[in-house]
């Protein structure tokens, strides 16, 4: 069964316009290095540019009027040299369905991309059986494959769908959760003692829901064993900062004299002796080395059966990379929130892999998009202005790394992705207050309007330099694409299907001591919704391998389903749902019947 709205979270993420801008530049020649991948330059004969998630449209957030207006000017150039206009997205409108759609030139119910995680006939529906997001999940092939044919060289940065990497002779760079690799995503550590957020955050907490920790909430101690010695007006406090296996403590203390208990640094160290860093509040470190522990025999999925722990363990390989932490707020005895940013890249994300120590060289560590999937900086205040540096760190590296890709690679053709884009327009500072059609809009007065306004169009600016890094490097000879997968808008109240199912009596949960959290008892559970449009229905529960049910007493449920949907609406009236699709309808909305 298909619905037209899905559950969703406090602020967006309903897709709506994205941008096409492409052209034949005339522009002067010039020389560059020769490239890692060949031993004879070329120029780039194709870059496309694809910023994730950027709105654009002719009545709020007009780019076309920016650029006009001289704040984009680089996007101004390719508008006067080439041609532009606006797109809509399909259905889903979000990331994994709509770069299938643009690197295919097809849609879902041809390529078959119609989630992120996605359920299919033949498997449990407690876990994902295909992703969205990998190479494998597509069944049609995308225009690398085309171009490798045609014996052009192709480089691809953090474009959703290019992993595991099916290019031979190009050149594949992280993917964006693909499922190939190693990666450590950026944390939080929390003190515990906030349950408030602990309860808000639930499995949010966790890469996708179901994933590695992206948020841990700890208790700070009595310090012990520490030689390293720090001036503090207050008790000082430890805490064990232990992340893939890596373990770091921090001593948190007050060098206020001010009379009262509180905090305001952190002194970091691995041993205890010698310091790491020592930081204030809203203060970033510098990058420092780690060595963090990947386990191959884990897949770090809470849903999936596991291996011993003697087999994890054995199967653990360390990974030399770097870390930044920032220290966003401390308080009272025991409250702190730390952010660690692990480097993005290492060599089992870089194909082929040898190419990532000049790499790694010439750029320092990567940070590829701001925040993580869920979001985590979106609980505090202090978060808003962690997201703002942490998202410039994004766009440094990226317009860096555009004139590295287009003088080192010697390639043909070069696709970039930056996910930072998508993470602003969908977090919860900034559209519900920029957007007029939202509830939220009248909240604030317009002076801080116009600040929340500055810093979405700084973000614009960045993604016009990079456009700007990307002509510069152009020759005569260079094609350039400027285009986004979907756009943004605020989403103000949530509807969560499940927990209507739940109390119609349809969805049964219990907690699970291993994961310390609720989960679902599929065995009991007749209907549930599962991201990002589907419902799925079976009389005789959902535990066993899911296959589509039949017969009277199928239908008679499904029509209490439908009925009970099309009756929800809001205090005023709205209802949230545009349309109740039966799955035999899914050709409705160009999405794969085998995968809905």
Known sequence: MKKHSTKSTSVLIILIFFIMV??????????????????????????????????????????FEWAKNGELPNLKRLMDEGSYGYSIPVFPGHTPTNFATLMTGTTPDVHGIADGPMRIEGYPLSMVSKGGFSSQAKKVPPIWYTLEQNKLLVSLLSIPGSTPPELNDG??????WGGWGIEFPAIIFHSAGDEALQVETGLNKRVFNFGSELTKFLKSDDPKGWSLNVKSFSPPREIS?????????????????????????????????????DLGVGEWGSWQPISLSWELKNDYNINTPKKMEWERDASSVNIDTDVKIKVIKLGKKDY???????????????????????????????????????PQLIYINEDKKTFLEEAQFSFDWHNKMAEYMMKSFGSDVIIQSIYTPNQMLTSRWWMPYV???????????????????????????????????????????????????????????????N???????????KYSKKTGEYEIDWAQTKV?????????????????????????????????????????????????????????????????????
């Open 499 to 509: 927990n209507l199912f739940a109390k119609k009596g349809w969805l049964k949960f």
């Open 171 to 176: 050149i594949t760079i992280k993917g964006r």
């Open 336 to 374: 702190f929130r730390i952010r660690f940013i692990y480097d993005h890249l290492n060599e089992f994300l870089v194909k082929p892999s040898y190419l990532y120590e000049d790499i790694r060289k010439s750029m320092g560590p990567m940070i590829d998009f701001v925040d993580n999937y869920p």
């Open 22 to 63: 492409g052209g034949f530049y005339f522009l002067n020649h010039r020389d560059t290095s020769l490239g890692l991948h060949t031993t004879k330059h070329k120029p780039v004969r194709l870059y496309w540019f694809i910023p994730d998630g950027l709105r654009a449209e002719p009545v709020t957030f007009k780019i």
């Open 435 to 497: 957007d007029p059609k939202s509830p939220k809009y009248n909240t604030i007065n317009e002076s801080e309007r116009k600040i929340l306004w500055n810093d979405i169009l700084k973000m614009y600016k960045n993604v016009d330099l990079i456009l700007g890094t990307v002509l510069k490097n152009a020759d005569e000879n260079t094609y350039i694409v400027f285009s986004s997968d979907h756009g943004a808008i605020p989403l103000y109240k949530e509807v969560r299907l």
């Open 241 to 277: 900062l232990l992340n893939w296996r890596a373990p770091l403590f921090a001593l948190v203390y007050d060098s206020t004299d001010d009379g009262l208990e509180n905090y305001d640094r952190v002194l970091f160290s691995k041993d205890k002796k010698t310091a790491f860093s």
């Open 528 to 596: 549930i919704f599962l991201q990002m449009d589907n419902i799925y229905i079976h009389p005789n529960g959902l535990d066993k391998v899911y296959h589509h049910a039949s017969g009277p007493e199928y239908e008679a449920l499904r029509s209490q389903v439908i009925e009970e949907l099309e009756k929800l609406k809001d205090e005023n009236g709205l209802k949230p749902l545009a349309q109740v699709l039966k799955r035999e309808q899914a050709n409705l909305l160009f999405l794969p019947p085998d995968r809905t």
